[in-house]
Structures are given as structure tokens and as C-alpha cells.
């Protein structure tokens, strides 16, 4: 379900400078798109049971819960990737493959976000981004049930501001990606 992704020089070069390239984990800081511009904040919300963070949010039901709702609806962002990983165990191995989805063609992939703001135990307040993701499509379901929602480079405008079509890329479809063992 979209726990990695691929910053690459030849998918940022022309958004962002001075950006450490590479494989984004988890709770890295990582640059989003945002209402005010680009920023770099970390990956995933606290989670609400004190341990772990929450790295991505089902499209389906955001809207419906508490952690999601305010955020989704005021703080979308886009998340520029060079593509997405997901993993998948073939034939019963032990190991899992990895492979690494892309549209085809296409240098960038941008998924949907939102941004939250949180205070963490010293007291300060800080920003941090979660992933939303959808049913995957045919592309994608033969390795995982889940895939980000996905907008076109003319669609990040949108989704950072209109609420209307906010809620049509929630329920649309993603596009058709290439896979790619890595």
C-alpha cells in the first residue's frame, strides 16, 4: 500500500534543488507540493495509539474519519515520485520481489496527499503527510490489492484547491502503470 517511493534527479530536476535523491522511507522528510508552495516535511501522521505513524489513508473512507477529514479537506498536497514500490511473493518463495510502478512515458508520477499539524512531546508543532490510496486497478492488482491515487501534472492545481474535484479523483480509477523488477 504505497510504503515507498522513488525521488529520482530526472523526475525532480525541473520541482526541486538540493533535494537528497534516492528511495523515500517512511517518516523521511520528503518535498510535497502544498497550497503555499513546495515544502519538505516528514512522511506519515503520529499514530493515535503513541507508537508508529500512519503513512497512508484509504480514499474510500478519509473523509469519514476524525485524523483524516480536517486535513483532506484543508490541506491537500501532491507527492512528485519517480514511481511507487510495492512487493509481492511469487510461487510461495520466502523472498518477495520488488517492483516499481510507473506510467508509462511519463517522467513523473504524482500521488495525492494531505498534510497534517501535529505537536510532538517537547511541545513542538511540526508537519507531516500521508498518502491516499485506492483499489488498485488491473495494472496493479496482480502484485497488491492497493495503489495510490494518482492525478495528471495538470490535475495538482485542482486537487491542492477545489473540493469538487477533490472528490471525483477520489473515486476515479487510476491509470494503467508499468511494472518493473527492481
Not at 510535497?32 to 474510500?60: D, L, M
Amino acid at each position: 500500500m504505497c510504503g515507498r517511493y522513488l525521488m529520482d534527479d530526472e523526475a525532480y530536476s525541473e520541482i526541486f534543488t538540493d533535494i537528497a535523491m534516492g528511495e523515500v522511507f517512511p517518516t523521511n522528510i520528503a518535498p510535497v507540493i502544498a497550497q503555499t508552495g513546495v515544502v519538505a516535511i516528514k512522511w506519515g501522521f503520529p499514530h493515535w495509539k503513541g507508537s508508529g505513524v500512519i503513512i497512508n489513508a484509504r480514499a474510500e473512507t478519509a473523509l469519514e474519519k476524525t485524523m483524516f477529514r480536517e486535513p483532506l479537506l484543508n490541506q491537500r498536497c501532491v507527492i512528485p515520485s519517480g514511481g511507487f514500490y510495492e512487493w509481492n511473493r511469487a510461487n510461495g518463495q520466502k523472498k518477495k520481489d520488488k517492483y516499481l510502478f510507473q506510467i508509462p512515458g511519463e517522467r513523473v508520477l504524482h500521488m495525492a496527499g494531505m498534510i497534517g499539524l501535529f505537536t510532538n512531546a517537547d511541545g513542538f508543532e511540526y508537519s507531516a503527510f500521508v498518502i491516499l490510496t485506492t483499489s488498485a486497478n488491473a495494472s496493479v492488482a496482480p502484485i497488491h490489492d492497493r495503489m495510490p491515487v494518482i492525478l495528471a501534472p495538470d490535475e495538482r492545481e485542482g486537487w491542492i484547491k477545489e473540493t469538487k474535484f477533490m472528490e471525483h479523483a477520489l473515486r476515479r480509477p487510476g491509470p494503467l502503470l508499468c511494472a518493473y523488477l527492481v
